[in-house]
């Protein structure tokens, strides 16, 4: 019998305290101060957050933790978002979700990103997970309509459906229909990704009446603009709202039917869709452009004057998301108007342009960061910088926490002095002090490596391009950066060098993806046979590393620690390096 | 009846004659990696260590060279590597890959492309696109493509809803990597051919000829060319029938390609008469 001292309480109490830590981060801390802290809270987790899900099996996170209800699960690299991970790589659901149905019939969130989803596990979901309440499908690709019709009719707690940027097969329009007549419980929808055909608009709109609690819909593209002012009368109590297109010759009656319609969305705070915005129907939202704490205007074709008029009537914006249209000048309206602003993302209109279309530079923001006292995240593509911009702006933001510049030529220098960026991204990690997401570009030397390994101490993500000299500037980063997770290569000449002096931090990390450098296959046999905890990849399309030289540089390398062992659902591209791989192949 | 079906026969072999398509077996093995880093492995390096790595900067070898792009600056942050193909064999490098040997180095495209830019008087031809640079996803990508596109007709827009990607699978026999292309980001078949032939590596696909449609003429070119081991672009239309790319015009391509497959010439060569039928029954 278990001797219980004065500073012991019983489990009911310690599961009770735990119940109020919601953090993952602290309940694994908890998780290991003692035994029986492990069993208690392993007993009474509800949530798990798993980043990779090639880093444990299903198996085993069920036999830790008997009763979730939560589950989120990331498949590929971030990589694969710019097509860098080919087709069949993995990040299949299908075998969690089979696991899952048996062990936790009382699953109520499913949140997937990055995985392939197929009909068969939304049909398995469906059937398996009946109080399911939550399903979001963040870039998600392998599934179609049909699957989405056996949730649609299956689910009946279902309150969030979110298929953020995913890749949907359209089979056929009416999955919506699926949802019964009873069916009430809708608060967030949002299916923006549909391509044409796939919703059946009058079965939306009767949705969308009878779910009095409906605070969000995103729209797709196909939805026309004279069909929403329907919508939005019979959910006037929406908190976000994302447009179909939102071109149409200008209709007088069109047009006040949607004022008034904006108008009456008291709560409205959230905007975005907007494809193909013609000026003509902008004013319709002025009415609530006051309220507006985030706006994407990221597809939309509009540019200045009106462009810069919406946006300066928009105080309170937290978060904005726009196309370069805005240009330095509207930027600077932004620094203005808005005081709140706490992230900005503008994206590139015509990326592959070889001259710039319109006049977006460093100058802009600059000026965002002088105004926006709050500014923490930032997204720019430009197609020119300057260390003292860099400089600058590292000093108005010392807030900073994410940021992250893409030139639109990767290795452009310093427009102004012609010399590498070095100095204005190694400003930015010297003030930024909690600073978690970097991603690089332009011309970079290993002395911008030197300083991310100096000072950003609290960097979690770092991204970098054609960047660097030399396997200096990898081994910075791996031995400076304490708090590193993932590290996302490319076009660099880092070889083997860096990585194998640093291949105990690898264990420390979720991940690293290198590709179109230089590590080796000998390097990468090296570290699967010395290193057992880690899952080394090698992807390549010339064939079975067996047939190549060891100092045959790899295409594409990613390495990830797992406590599961190499996977089994590799396509015929991808090969594991580990222990057993050297004496498999003699 | 036999005469209009040997006459059209005829005809689309000229397509793939006066456009050839061909790839040969040995382009599609890639040249070793370009940067011409040291691969030795420093054995004491490899007991992890945590010493630097020796040298201050030898061990990763010369940086992927290439100027600052865009014209605007000249500045090249270190000398080229051997191995990289002399400026003179890059003037064409987006029309006609066939002599070039192996794959298309992706440092090169960036240093190619700037170093046209800098040095020809003519009309630069359009930035090499590097696979993966600019971050953008191809979502967003397709988007921005249709909206230049339609710059001048938005407000016409509202019934048009053409939707977002068109997406198809492309897949090329000998290699294991299955791609996807959205085909609307492009707006010819000149444009997909260069794209194909940056993701296959040394796949290329002549001019189409103005309106991009085949050309109908000399049949035993065609047969040539499909007789040899060369390769060929195909796709399934909604039928479900395999279709030699270039039969229709780019717009019905789009519409009617579900996927895209690149097979040998000899392979190709029981598409044609079906082809033919088809499109005798389209016009």
């Given at each position: 019998m278990q001797k219980k001292t004065a500073y012991s309480f019983p489990d009911e109490i310690l599961e009770h305290v735990f119940s109020f830590i919601q953090s993952g981060k602290d309940r694994n801390a908890a998780s290991v101060v003692c035994k029986s802290w492990y069993e208690i809270e392993r007993w009474c987790r509800r949530k798990i957050f798993v980043g990779n899900c090639y880093a444990v099996s299903p198996t085993m996170v069920i036999r830790r933790f008997p009763d979730i209800r939560s589950i989120?699960?990331?498949?590929?690299?971030?990589?694969?978002?710019?097509?860098?991970?080919?087709?069949?790589?993995?990040?299949?659901?299908?075998?969690?979700?089979?696991?899952?149905?048996?062990?936790?019939?009382?699953?109520?969130?499913?949140?997937l990103k990055r995985m392939v989803v197929t009909d068969e596990s939304l049909e398995l979901v469906a059937k398996s997970f009946t109080n399911l309440q939550v399903l979001v499908l963040f870039s998600c690709e392998g599934f179609s309509t049909d699957g989405l019709a056996a949730i649609a009719a299956s689910c009946k707690n279902l309150r969030e459906l979110d298929l953020r940027d995913s890749e949907v097969d359209d089979l056929s329009g009416h999955w919506l229909n699926h949802f019964p007549d009873t069916y009430t419980s809708?608060?967030?929808?949002?299916?923006?990704?549909?391509?044409?055909?796939?919703?059946?608009?009058?079965?939306?709109?009767?949705?969308?009446?009878?779910?009095?609690?409906?605070?969000?819909?995103?729209?797709?593209?196909?939805?026309?603009?004279?069909?929403?002012?329907?919508?939005?009368?019979?959910?006037?109590?929406?908190?976000?709202?994302?447009?179909?297109?939102?071109?149409?010759?200008?209709?007088?009656d069109?047009?006040?039917?949607?004022?008034?319609?904006?108008?009456?969305?008291?709560?409205?705070?959230?905007?975005?869709?907007?494809?193909?915005?013609?000026?003509?129907?902008?004013?319709?939202?002025?009415?609530?452009?006051?309220r507006l704490t985030s706006l994407n205007l990221s597809y939309a074709p509009i540019q200045n004057p009106d462009l810069t008029k919406l946006v300066s009537q928009c105080p309170s914006l937290q978060r904005m998301l726009v196309l370069d249209y805005i240009e330095d000048s509207g930027l600077e309206?932004?620094?203005?108007?808005?005081?709140?602003?706490?992230?900005?993302?503008?994206?590139?209109?015509?990326?592959?342009?070889?001259?710039?279309?319109?006049?977006?530079?460093?100058?802009?923001?600059?000026?965002?960061?002088?105004?926006?006292?709050?500014?923490?995240?930032?997204?720019?593509?430009?197609?020119?910088?300057?260390?003292?911009?860099?400089?600058?702006?590292?000093?108005?933001?010392?807030?900073?926490?994410?940021?992250?510049?893409?030139?639109?030529?990767?290795?452009?220098?310093?427009?102004?002095?012609?010399?590498?960026?070095?100095?204005?991204?190694?400003?930015?990690?010297?003030?930024?002090?909690?600073?978690?997401?970097?991603?690089?570009?332009?011309?970079?030397?290993?002395?911008?490596?030197?300083?991310?390994?100096?000072?950003?101490?609290k960097l979690e993500m770092l991204s970098v391009a054609f960047a660097g000299e030399s396997d200096l500037a990898l081994h910075h980063v791996l031995s400076g950066c304490e708090s590193l997770r993932k590290l996302e290569i490319m076009n660099c000449p880092f070889g083997d060098k860096a990585l194998l002096a640093n291949a105990a931090k690898l264990e420390t990390m979720r991940s690293l993806w290198m590709s179109s450098c230089s590590v080796s296959l000998g390097a990468c046999k090296m570290l699967g046979q010395k290193m057992p905890r880690l899952n080394i990849e090698v992807m390549d399309e010339k064939g079975p590393p067996d047939s190549r030289a060891e100092s045959d540089p790899v295409d594409k390398l990613y390495i990830y620690r797992s406590v599961a062992g190499p996977r089994f659902d590799m396509p015929p591209f991808v090969w594991t390096m580990d222990e057993d791989f050297a004496s498999e192949l003699s | 009846m036999m005469m209009l079906m040997m006459v059209s026969l005829f005809l689309t072999f000229f397509f793939l004659s006066h456009s050839p398509l061909f790839l040969n077996k040995h382009q599609l093995q890639r040249s070793p990696n370009m940067l011409g880093t040291e691969h030795d492995l420093n054995f004491k390096e490899t007991e992890l260590c945590l010493g630097l790595p020796g040298g201050s900067g030898?061990?990763?070898?010369?940086?992927?060279?290439?100027?600052?792009?865009?014209?605007?600056?000249?500045?090249?942050?270190?000398?080229?590597?051997?191995?990289?193909?002399?400026?003179?064999?890059?003037?064409?490098?987006?029309l006609n890959l066939q002599s070039k040997e192996g794959c298309m180095d992706l440092n090169q495209n960036l240093e190619n492309g700037s170093k046209e830019k800098n040095h020809l008087t003519a009309k630069p031809p359009a930035k090499a696109q590097v696979l993966g640079w600019p971050p953008v996803r191809s979502y967003r990508k397709n988007i921005m493509a249709n909206q230049k596109n339609n710059s001048d007709e938005i407000s016409d827009r509202a019934s048009s809803g053409s939707g977002g990607a068109a997406f198809v699978k492309v897949c090329m026999d000998g290699a294991p990597y299955l791609r996807k292309v959205d085909l609307k980001m492009y707006n010819s078949y000149q444009k997909l051919s260069d794209a194909l032939a940056k993701m296959f590596s040394s796949f290329t696909m002549g001019s189409y000829g103005c309106e991009g449609m085949i050309d109908f003429m000399n049949e035993?070119?065609?047969?040539?060319?499909?007789?040899?081991?060369?390769?060929?672009?195909?796709?399934?239309?909604?039928?479900?029938?395999?279709?030699?790319?270039?039969?229709?015009?780019?717009?019905?391509?789009?519409e009617s390609c579900k996927r895209l497959r690149i097979m040998k010439g000899s392979e190709a060569i029981g598409l044609a008469p079906r082809a033919m039928e088809k499109c005798k029954s389209r016009v």
């Open positions: 989120e699960l990331k498949g590929k690299p971030h990589f694969a978002d710019f097509n860098l991970v080919p087709d069949g790589w993995g990040g299949y659901v299908l075998p969690w979700i089979s696991e899952m149905a048996g062990a936790y019939p009382w699953l109520e969130e499913i949140r809708l608060v967030s929808l949002n299916i923006s990704c549909l391509g044409s055909d796939d919703v059946s608009f009058s079965a939306l709109e009767r949705l969308v009446g009878r779910c009095p609690n409906l605070r969000r819909l995103l729209l797709n593209r196909e939805v026309p603009l004279d069909k929403i002012a329907n919508l939005l009368s019979r959910a006037p109590q929406l908190i976000e709202f994302g447009t179909g297109t939102y071109a149409a010759e200008l209709r007088s069109v047009y006040s039917n949607l004022a008034e319609a904006f108008c009456n969305c008291k709560e409205l705070k959230c905007l975005s869709g907007f494809w193909d915005a013609v000026p003509a129907y902008l004013p319709v939202i002025y009415s609530v452009c006051s309206v932004l620094a203005s108007s808005c005081k709140d602003l706490q992230e900005l993302r503008v994206f590139p209109s015509d990326p592959f342009g070889e001259e710039p279309n319109v006049s977006l530079t460093e100058k802009g923001l600059v000026a965002v960061s002088s105004g926006c006292p709050k500014l923490q995240s930032v997204l720019y593509f430009c197609r020119q910088m300057s260390n003292a911009a860099l400089v600058t702006i590292a000093q108005n933001c010392p807030n900073f926490t994410r940021f992250r510049l893409c030139l639109l030529d990767p290795k452009i220098a310093d427009y102004r002095t012609l010399q590498p960026l070095d100095v204005g991204f190694g400003a930015i990690v010297e003030h930024c002090k909690d600073l978690r997401r970097l991603s690089l570009s332009g011309l970079l030397t290993d002395r911008v490596f030197e300083y991310i390994g100096m000072h950003a101490k | 030898g061990g990763g070898g010369a940086a992927a060279a290439g100027g600052g792009g865009g014209g605007k600056n000249e500045v090249e942050s270190s000398p080229k590597t051997t191995g990289k193909r002399g400026y003179s064999e890059t003037v064409d490098l987006k035993s070119k065609l047969m040539d060319l499909l007789n040899s081991s060369d390769y060929v672009p195909t796709y399934e239309d909604k039928d479900g029938d395999w279709m030699l790319v270039g039969d229709v015009p780019w717009e019905m391509f789009v």
